[in-house]
């Protein structure tokens, strides 16, 4: 079965400091999706970033980065320069074709809180 | 703009009682689903569906249900309200086209509280 972890519950950073937030994945399937997802302290769910097992390319949109590793089953997310509007709790999440008979359900970590104080 | 809301936003309600929660998304997506959020769970599963007339269940069904009767809406009731339900409960969207997996658009959130 699909599985994800995210090992930090909590880390908390003095602004501009980079940090990365871990994510390790367990599946079975040759294709399958990863997903982060954002939540800010108002509670909204924010989509950052979608990857497919095929581009272990890393991406970076601004301050974000994502490095995917499939050698190690792990997709993780580094904000460089950290910013106090980066405090949030943040999710990784896996989709693949063993999802109940279709691609398209997400299983979520159980998501890292970080801070960043100023 | 086309968007995905939930209503109410905050309920408080009674043991017992039943309650609707509603999803409404005006993206003309096939594909919505049912989440719940609790403190050392992450989201998960709690029903779905791909289309008109279509409903699934998900990872935590029990003592829920769904249904589909238009594209716009997937309402979750709670047929008897238990204190094991306080959560906060997310409904997402995704286009359904069958091309393969899609991102999912989430709404901003009910949160419930069983007394």
């Known amino acids: 079965a699909q599985k994800v972890t995210q090992a930090q519950t909590e880390i908390s950073v003095v602004e501009k400091e980079d940090v990365t937030l871990d994510c390790v994945y367990e599946t079975r399937d040759t294709t399958y999706y990863l997903f982060w997802y954002k939540q800010p302290p108002s509670g909204e769910l924010v989509f950052l970033i979608r990857r497919n097992s095929f581009d272990e390319q890393n991406e970076i949109s601004g301050r974000y980065s994502w490095n995917f590793q499939k050698s190690t089953s792990s997709f993780n997310f580094t904000i460089t320069a950290s910013q106090v509007v980066d405090s949030a709790v943040y999710f990784c999440?896996?989709?693949?074709?063993?999802?109940?008979?279709?691609?398209?359900?997400?299983?979520f970590g159980k998501g890292t809180l970080l801070t960043v104080n100023p | 703009d086309a968007e995905i809301t939930q209503s109410p936003r905050h309920k408080i309600t009674e043991t017992g009682r039943q309650v609707t929660l509603a999803c409404h998304q005006t993206?003309?997506?096939?594909?919505m689903f049912w989440y719940r959020q609790d403190l050392g769970h992450g989201l998960r599963l709690i029903h779905y569906s791909y289309g008109v007339q279509d409903t699934n269940k998900g990872e935590v069904s029990d003592g829920y249900s769904v249904s589909r009767s238009n594209t716009e809406d997937l309402p979750l009731t709670l047929e008897s309200a238990a204190s094991s339900q306080t959560s906060v409960y997310f409904c997402?969207?995704?286009?359904?086209?069958?091309?393969?997996?899609?991102?999912?658009?989430f709404g901003p959130g009910t949160r419930l509280l069983v007394l």
């Open positions: 999440a896996l989709s693949d074709s063993n999802s109940g008979g279709s691609n398209y359900k997400l299983t």
């Open positions: 997402a969207s995704s286009p359904g086209t069958r091309a393969g997996v899609e991102t999912q658009y």
């Open positions: 993206w003309n997506h096939n594909n």
